[in-house]
């Protein structure tokens, strides 16, 4: 293969990984503005949320064109055959959390109606962390660093936790008051959408470590999502807003 060959494949490469890197700020981005808007009680600011939405599928099209002609034109194999196969697998995993983000975007407006709904602070801690999650799995991505990615994939447990205290909470204010039984239920929703942000998180993370080390993560995830099997909950004392 021809030197001008080779410096146009690396450039397609390179292309396509700053791409999905955009794509990456992107949709973390939308995750923060997400919670914001929850924090500000902003309506304005979810709906904006909702709308950028566009802006991550137009990117995620683009991304699978760019796979595509790669594939068709380049033949890649070895590790170029994996970091392309890869590209694709983590746009469709970020264009999901630009769907979640949306998701806990549009819940928001009924969520703020209610000024006695418990288990705020909780969640905009959840929305931090997963947030963080997500844009460090990218960092490991751009640098190609396996064990990041291991350490996101092995910490996807605290994400699961935040879960469980949240629907304890939100679950336990229901039965003490049904006057918030809607706003509780989207705050449910809410908090199981970040829930689902964390494992996307988590599989581009073993996407990552199968491009740079050729070998799957053997080892079974950490899970301690309890909240779909949560039948009954003890009221918490003192449970802050």
């Known amino acids: 293969m021809g030197d001008h060959i080779v410096k146009s494949f690396d450039d397609e490469m390179k292309g396509l990984s700053v791409e999905l890197t955009r794509m990456g700020e992107l949709v973390v981005d939308q995750i923060k503005s997400a919670m914001k808007s929850l924090k500000a009680r902003d309506p304005q ?49 970020l264009e999901r ?50 064990e990041l990615a291991l350490d996101i994939w092995a910490g996807d447990a605290a994400i699961d936790e935040y879960c469980n205290e949240i629907f304890e909470t939100v ?42 080390t050729a070998e799957s993560i053997r080892e079974k995830r950490p899970k301690s999502d309890r909240t779909s099997t949560t039948i009954y909950l003890h009221e918490e004392e003192d449970e802050e807003d």
């Open 97 to 146: 959390v630009g769907d979640l983000a949306k998701n806990c975007a549009l819940r928001t407006s009924v969520i703020i109606e209610d000024d006695k709904i418990k288990g705020t602070k909780k969640i905009l801690k959840m929305g931090k962390q997963v947030a963080a999650n997500l844009s460090t799995v990218m960092e490991a991505y751009r640098n190609r660093d396996a």
């Open 45 to 93: 600011m979810a709906e904006r949320v909702t709308k950028n939405d566009k802006q991550v599928d137009a990117i995620n099209d683009d991304i699978e064109e760019r796979v595509m002609a790669i594939l068709a034109l380049r033949h890649p194999y070895a590790v170029d055959l994996r970091d392309t196969i890869a590209a694709l697998k983590i746009a469709r995993e």
């Open 171 to 212: 679950l336990t204010g229901m039965m003490a008051d049904n006057s918030s039984i809607n706003a509780c239920t989207q705050m449910t929703f809410f908090a199981k959408n970040l829930e689902r942000i964390g494992d996307h998180a988590t599989n581009i993370a073993s996407a990552i470590h199968f491009v740079v």
